[in-house]
Nanobody, 120 residues
Framework: QVQLQESGGGSVQAGGSLRLSCAASEFTYCMAWFRQTPGEERQAVATLRTTTNKIYYDESVKGRFTLSRDTVKNALYLQMNSLKPDDTGIYYC????????????????WGQGTQVTVSS
């Protein structure tokens, strides 16, 4: 089972930036960042297919968030700029194996999550 540990969450004002980090025991076929807000289903914010390096961004974060990884450190990052109150939520680092849908909130190994709060 993949071990994942997120860090970097916090509270910022709208327009600010945060950088989330995820320490992973290994990289799998799909590495992703999901977000959960109260009353909502977990949603894929950004995903990376490691075999092709193809990155998917949800429309709500395109142009503001950047997913990257460090293969030496086995770390996944999410740089979040121009943050909005709607970005508030718990952010999870997720690892999925081949055959599991990358952008689906089901399956995979999940970290414990890190809280991001954006105030207006």
């Amino acid at each position: 089972q993949v071990q994942l540990q997120e860090s970097g969450g916090g509270s910022v004002q709208a327009g600010g930036s945060l950088r989330l980090s995820c320490a992973a025991s290994e990289f799998t076929y799909c590495m992703a960042w999901f977000r959960q807000t109260p009353g909502e289903e977990r949603q894929a914010v950004a995903t990376l297919r490691t075999t092709t390096n193809k990155i998917y961004y949800d429309e709500s974060v395109k142009g503001r968030f950047t997913l990257s990884r460090d293969t030496v450190k086995n770390a996944l990052y999410l740089q979040m700029n121009s943050l909005k109150p709607d970005d508030t939520g718990i952010y999870y680092c997720v690892a999925k194996r081949s055959g599991q849908r990358c952008e689906s909130p089901n399956n995979g190994n999940w970290g414990q999550g890190t809280q991001v709060t954006v105030s207006s």
